[in-house]
Nanobody
Framework: HVQLVESGGGSVQAGGSLRLSCVASGGIGDSTCMGWFRQAPGKEREAVATIYLHGPMTYYADSVRGRFTIARDSPKNTVYLQMNNLKPEDTSMYYC?????????????????WGQGTQVTVS
Protein backbone atom coordinates (compact mmCIF):
# COMPACT_ATOMS: atom_id res chain seq x y z
CA HIS A 1 0.00 0.00 0.00
CA VAL A 2 1.30 3.47 -0.87
CA GLN A 3 2.43 5.52 2.10
CA LEU A 4 4.03 8.94 1.76
CA VAL A 5 6.40 10.08 4.50
CA GLU A 6 7.79 13.61 4.57
CA SER A 7 10.87 14.85 6.37
CA GLY A 8 13.19 17.84 6.40
CA GLY A 9 11.00 20.57 7.84
CA GLY A 10 12.17 22.93 10.53
CA SER A 11 12.68 26.53 11.55
CA VAL A 12 14.97 28.86 9.63
CA GLN A 13 15.59 32.57 9.31
CA ALA A 14 14.51 34.47 6.23
CA GLY A 15 16.91 33.83 3.39
CA GLY A 16 17.76 30.35 4.61
CA SER A 17 17.26 27.00 2.93
CA LEU A 18 15.64 23.66 3.62
CA ARG A 19 15.31 20.44 1.65
CA LEU A 20 12.15 18.41 2.08
CA SER A 21 12.08 14.71 1.25
CA CYS A 22 9.12 12.46 0.50
CA VAL A 23 9.51 8.70 0.39
CA ALA A 24 6.77 6.56 -1.12
CA SER A 25 7.08 3.55 1.13
CA GLY A 26 6.07 0.35 -0.62
CA GLY A 27 6.16 1.90 -4.08
CA ILE A 28 4.03 4.46 -5.90
CA GLY A 29 1.26 2.24 -7.26
CA ASP A 30 -0.26 3.77 -10.40
CA SER A 31 0.95 7.28 -9.59
CA THR A 32 2.68 9.20 -12.36
CA CYS A 33 2.93 12.55 -10.57
CA MET A 34 4.16 13.56 -7.16
CA GLY A 35 4.36 16.95 -5.60
CA TRP A 36 4.13 19.30 -2.68
CA PHE A 37 1.21 21.28 -1.30
CA ARG A 38 1.12 23.66 1.64
CA GLN A 39 -1.57 24.94 3.95
CA ALA A 40 -1.14 27.65 6.56
CA PRO A 41 -3.63 28.33 9.36
CA GLY A 42 -6.68 30.14 8.03
CA LYS A 43 -5.64 29.69 4.40
CA GLU A 44 -6.60 27.31 1.63
CA ARG A 45 -4.39 24.47 0.53
CA GLU A 46 -2.26 25.38 -2.47
CA ALA A 47 -0.04 23.48 -4.85
CA VAL A 48 3.63 24.41 -4.52
CA ALA A 49 5.40 22.18 -7.04
CA THR A 50 4.74 18.91 -8.85
CA ILE A 51 6.82 16.65 -11.06
CA TYR A 52 6.03 14.04 -13.69
CA LEU A 53 7.70 10.79 -12.68
CA HIS A 54 8.65 9.66 -16.21
CA GLY A 55 9.95 12.85 -17.76
CA PRO A 56 11.16 16.40 -17.10
CA MET A 57 7.80 18.16 -16.80
CA THR A 58 7.30 20.21 -13.65
CA TYR A 59 4.89 22.75 -12.22
CA TYR A 60 5.71 25.61 -9.85
CA ALA A 61 3.45 28.09 -8.14
CA ASP A 62 4.26 31.65 -9.16
CA SER A 63 5.12 32.48 -5.56
CA VAL A 64 7.96 29.94 -5.42
CA ARG A 65 9.27 29.78 -8.98
CA GLY A 66 12.97 30.59 -9.04
CA ARG A 67 13.40 29.83 -5.33
CA PHE A 68 12.17 26.24 -5.02
CA THR A 69 13.25 23.22 -7.06
CA ILE A 70 11.47 19.87 -7.18
CA ALA A 71 13.44 16.75 -8.08
CA ARG A 72 12.94 13.01 -8.09
CA ASP A 73 14.98 9.89 -7.47
CA SER A 74 12.79 7.27 -9.09
CA PRO A 75 14.77 4.14 -8.06
CA LYS A 76 14.30 5.24 -4.44
CA ASN A 77 10.66 6.34 -4.92
CA THR A 78 11.66 9.68 -3.47
CA VAL A 79 10.80 13.28 -4.33
CA TYR A 80 12.62 16.31 -2.97
CA LEU A 81 11.81 19.98 -2.62
CA GLN A 82 14.84 22.24 -2.37
CA MET A 83 13.69 25.51 -0.81
CA ASN A 84 16.07 28.46 -1.11
CA ASN A 85 15.76 32.11 -0.10
CA LEU A 86 12.89 31.28 2.22
CA LYS A 87 10.49 34.04 3.18
CA PRO A 88 8.16 34.39 6.20
CA GLU A 89 5.19 33.90 3.88
CA ASP A 90 6.51 30.40 3.11
CA THR A 91 5.66 29.38 6.68
CA SER A 92 3.20 26.51 6.40
CA MET A 93 2.61 22.83 6.80
CA TYR A 94 3.96 21.13 3.69
CA TYR A 95 2.34 17.95 2.40
CA CYS A 96 3.60 15.42 -0.12
CA UNK A 97 1.00 14.00 -2.49
CA UNK A 98 0.74 11.61 -5.45
CA UNK A 99 -1.63 11.48 -8.42
CA UNK A 100 -2.30 9.24 -11.43
CA UNK A 101 -1.61 11.98 -13.95
CA UNK A 102 0.39 15.17 -14.47
CA UNK A 103 -1.43 18.40 -15.27
CA UNK A 104 -0.39 22.04 -15.38
CA UNK A 105 -1.86 23.47 -13.25
CA UNK A 106 -2.43 20.50 -10.96
CA UNK A 107 -5.91 19.63 -9.75
CA UNK A 108 -6.10 18.88 -6.04
CA UNK A 109 -8.84 16.31 -6.57
CA UNK A 110 -6.46 14.19 -8.68
CA UNK A 111 -4.12 13.59 -5.73
CA UNK A 112 -5.32 10.49 -3.95
CA UNK A 113 -2.32 9.83 -1.69
CA TRP A 114 -1.20 12.26 1.00
CA GLY A 115 1.51 12.36 3.64
CA GLN A 116 1.09 13.60 7.19
CA GLY A 117 2.96 16.84 6.58
CA THR A 118 6.12 18.52 7.78
CA GLN A 119 6.19 22.00 9.32
CA VAL A 120 8.27 24.80 7.80
CA THR A 121 8.63 28.00 9.82
CA VAL A 122 10.49 31.05 8.51
CA SER A 123 11.15 34.01 10.79
Amino acid sequence: HVQLVESGGGSVQAGGSLRLSCVASGGIGDSTCMGWFRQAPGKEREAVATIYLHGPMTYYADSVRGRFTIARDSPKNTVYLQMNNLKPEDTSMYYCAAARGFRDPPRTRDFNYWGQGTQVTVS
